[in-house]
């Protein structure tokens, strides 16, 4: 009972975000409302620490989770703004006539950028609109849009999702940014195909063979070798650089007088292309170029623990404070945030590209006011898993003293905890490394954010890992990567699809044919999970 009892603030969302279908900003709240109710007066947290630790979470959700967002799509706006964003799209289109290495150009390629630098939403928004700019059926640039855009799902927005992981869970970072990437790499190569085959089928890719494999490979490899050496940060923006350029050289130099087109378009024989502005393209790239060189400038060996505070005389660039947990302090490493550095990056660049301050600083009110729906959504939402979160006794660890206890002096497992409980008594060992990927996918569906799934059940997908003997860096790491297939069928999603494309009404016949991909990605993804824990746990961090 106490386990269903924790599990209601989640079927508020459950509830309220796909059957209801209302806006993540209303639902949030009022779970989080639910959620403070229940653990001061159903489970008897003191009411001082339940508050207390539900404003850690918020402040979390902000500095340091939207705070990196916040500076991405800053600069985002201010290229789109001043037109670079389009010289930057124009250059892409250009390169092919052909409907499939489009897709793969710009449904996989760009997207996987855009879901790099900036997230929520974007990522299908901004390449679903070019696609039917160029003649795409609305229908057809919707689906390869949310088909293509699962394999830098966990690494978005400066991997805001891996990062709230590692904060809600307490588990190393680098540890699920490499194991994320062991499951990821796979994936992503795989849907590099899917997206040419939800166009053209079987017989469609063999003609397109090998800008396929330039994609799907180039982009896997690098995520891989990123998120397994560097780190989650930037896995995604390098993948697709990398990815972009590669295929990019391929297709400006590949000599071809026919092009595959959808039926019954007309064919436009030998397209004109190849007409670029390589100074404008390079330029527009600037700022994320900047963007990669400040983040690995900063995270160093030896700039590491300069820029996170630790060393003496840069205490300045870390802000924290004693909240609520002795052992859990609040910390944020502004200069160090990849925010931070997006700012930095934009800055230096609208130099170059005259852009004037003024329209940069123009861009602060304005993202603001855009963001603020989902500043007040992610910030209930790391409330509500912070609260959860919580356990009694709080005992400090230097005085062993208790900090915190509950009415009765007795000792309180936290909500979380007596989920996971539950779900060890009732899931089989071998069972677990496939419903794993599907709770990911459950969260990203009810939430439409990988960094909120993560947030409310990264924590107990480590716990019920443990309780079964399994590892808790794979199973939240399969969570995280099951998130993907979530994105694919997420309400909001679909919806921020068909708006892209002039469909709205139409996110019903959307979700049936994304579902068909969904489901066998999260089979294969439990299957991949299953592997690591049983056949090669060597290869778990």
């Given at each position: 009972?106490?386990?269903?009892?924790?599990?209601?603030?989640?079927?508020?969302?459950?509830?309220?975000?796909?059957?209801?279908?209302?806006?993540?900003?209303?639902?949030?709240?009022?779970?989080?409302?639910?959620?403070?109710?229940?653990?001061?007066?159903?489970?008897?947290?003191?009411?001082q620490?339940?508050?207390?630790?539900?404003?850690?979470?918020?402040?979390?959700?902000?500095?340091?989770?939207?705070?990196?967002?916040?500076?991405?799509?800053?600069?985002y706006?201010?290229?789109?703004?001043?037109?670079?964003?389009?010289?930057?799209?124009?250059?892409?289109?250009?390169?092919?006539?052909?409907?499939?290495?489009?897709?793969?150009?710009?449904g996989?390629?760009?997207?996987?950028f855009?879901?790099?630098?900036?997230?929520?939403?974007?990522?299908?928004?901004i390449?679903?609109?070019?696609?039917?700019?160029?003649?795409?059926?609305?229908?057809?640039?919707?689906?390869?849009?949310?088909?293509?855009?699962?394999?830098?799902?966990?690494?978005?927005?400066?991997?805001?999702?891996?990062d709230?992981?590692?904060l809600?869970?307490?588990?190393?970072?680098?540890?699920?940014?490499?194991?994320?990437?062991?499951?990821?790499?796979?994936?992503?190569?795989?849907?590099?195909?899917?997206?040419?085959?939800?166009?053209?089928?079987?017989?469609?890719?063999?003609?397109?063979?090998?800008?396929?494999?330039?994609?799907?490979?180039?982009f896997?490899?690098?995520?891989?070798?990123?998120?397994?050496?560097?780190?989650?940060?930037?896995?995604?923006?390098?993948?697709?650089?990398?990815?972009?350029?590669?295929?990019?050289?391929y297709?400006y130099?590949?000599?071809?007088?026919?092009?595959?087109?959808?039926?019954?378009?007309?064919?436009?024989?030998?397209?004109?292309?190849?007409?670029?502005?390589?100074?404008?393209?390079?330029?527009?790239?600037?700022?994320?170029?900047?963007?990669?060189?400040?983040?690995?400038?900063?995270?160093?060996?030896?700039?590491?623990?300069?820029?996170?505070?630790?060393?003496?005389?840069?205490?300045?660039?870390l802000?924290?404070?004693?909240?609520?947990?002795?052992?859990?302090?609040?910390?944020?490493?502004?200069?160090?945030s990849?925010?931070?550095?997006?700012?930095?990056?934009?800055?230096?660049?609208f130099?170059?590209?005259?852009?004037?301050?003024?329209?940069?600083?123009?861009?602060?009110?304005?993202?603001?006011?855009?963001?603020?729906?989902?500043?007040?959504?992610?910030?209930?939402?790391?409330?509500?898993?912070?609260?959860?979160?919580?356990?009694?006794?709080?005992?400090?660890?230097?005085?062993?003293?208790?900090?915190?206890?509950?009415?009765?002096?007795?000792?309180?497992?936290?909500?979380?905890?007596?989920?996971?409980?539950?779900?060890?008594?009732?899931?089989?060992?071998?069972?677990?490394?496939?419903?794993?990927?599907?709770?990911?996918?459950?969260?990203?569906?009810?939430?439409?954010?990988?960094?909120?799934?993560?947030?409310?059940?990264?924590?107990?997908?480590?716990?019920t890992?443990?309780?079964?003997?399994?590892?808790?860096?794979?199973?939240?790491?399969?969570?995280?990567?099951?998130?993907?297939?979530?994105?694919?069928?997420?309400?909001?999603?679909?919806?921020?699809?068909?708006?892209?494309?002039?469909?709205?009404?139409?996110?019903?016949?959307?979700m049936?044919?994304?579902?068909?991909?969904?489901?066998?990605?999260?089979?294969?993804?439990?299957?991949?999970?299953?592997?690591?824990?049983?056949?090669?746990?060597?290869?778990?961090?």
């Open positions: 009972m106490d386990a269903f009892i924790a599990s209601l603030p989640l079927l508020v969302f459950l509830i309220g975000l796909p059957v209801l279908m209302q806006p993540a900003v209303r639902v949030a709240p009022v779970a989080w409302l639910l959620t403070i109710i229940l653990a001061i007066f159903y489970y008897g947290f003191p009411a620490v339940t508050l207390l630790a539900a404003l850690q979470g918020a402040i979390t959700g902000i500095f340091p989770i939207m705070y990196i967002p916040f500076g991405a799509i800053v600069v706006n201010v290229l789109k703004t001043t037109g670079w964003m389009n010289k930057m799209q124009n250059a892409m289109s250009s390169l092919t006539c052909d409907r499939r290495a489009q897709a793969l150009l710009i996989f390629g760009f997207s996987a855009l879901e790099g630098i900036c997230g929520f939403g974007a990522p299908v928004a390449p679903a609109s070019i696609l039917v700019g160029l003649g795409y059926d609305p229908i057809m640039a919707a689906l390869v849009c949310l088909i293509a855009n699962t394999g830098p799902v966990p690494f978005g927005s400066l991997a805001i999702p891996t709230t992981l590692a809600t869970t307490q588990l190393d970072f680098m540890k699920l940014s490499q194991m994320t990437g062991r499951l990821m790499a796979p994936l992503a190569f795989i849907m590099s195909f899917a997206t040419v085959f939800i166009m053209s089928g079987i017989k469609g890719m063999t003609g397109i063979m090998p800008a396929i494999l330039i994609t799907g490979i180039s896997s490899i690098v995520e891989f070798a990123v998120s397994n050496i560097l780190g989650a940060t930037l896995a995604s923006i390098l993948g697709a650089l990398v990815c972009l350029g590669c295929l990019s050289v297709l130099n590949l000599k071809v007088d026919e092009y595959w087109i959808f039926p019954n378009e007309k064919n436009p024989g030998v397209c004109n292309t190849k007409n670029i502005n390589f100074q404008e393209l390079a330029m527009s790239w600037l700022p994320y170029i900047l963007l990669t060189l400040l983040v690995i400038a900063v995270n160093l060996p030896s700039t590491r623990p300069i820029f996170a505070g630790k060393v003496p005389g840069s205490e300045w660039m802000i924290k404070s004693y909240i609520y947990n002795p052992n859990k302090i609040y910390a944020f490493t502004w200069l160090q990849p925010g931070t550095l997006m700012l930095i990056a934009g800055l230096i660049s130099k170059f590209m005259k852009i004037p301050f003024s329209e940069y600083t123009k861009q602060f009110s304005i993202t603001f006011k855009q963001m603020l729906p989902a500043f007040i959504t992610v910030a209930c939402i790391l409330s509500i898993s912070e609260v959860m979160n919580m356990a009694l006794p709080i005992v400090d660890a230097k005085t062993k003293m208790a900090v915190w206890v509950s009415g009765s002096g007795a000792a309180q497992p936290s909500m979380i905890a007596m989920m996971a409980k539950s779900l060890v008594a009732t899931v089989d060992q071998q069972f677990m490394p496939f419903l794993s990927p599907l709770i990911g996918a459950l969260g990203v569906f009810i939430t439409g954010s990988n960094t909120s799934a993560n947030a409310l059940f990264g924590n107990l997908q480590a716990l890992a443990q309780g079964l003997g399994l590892s808790d860096i794979l199973m939240a790491s399969a969570g995280s990567a099951g998130a993907s297939a979530g994105k694919m069928i997420s309400p909001q999603s679909i919806v921020i699809a068909a708006t892209a494309v002039g469909l709205l009404g139409k996110e019903g016949l959307i049936r044919r994304t579902i068909k991909y969904a489901l066998p990605y999260v089979i294969f993804l439990g299957f991949m999970v299953w592997l690591y824990s049983f056949v090669f746990p060597g290869l778990i961090p």
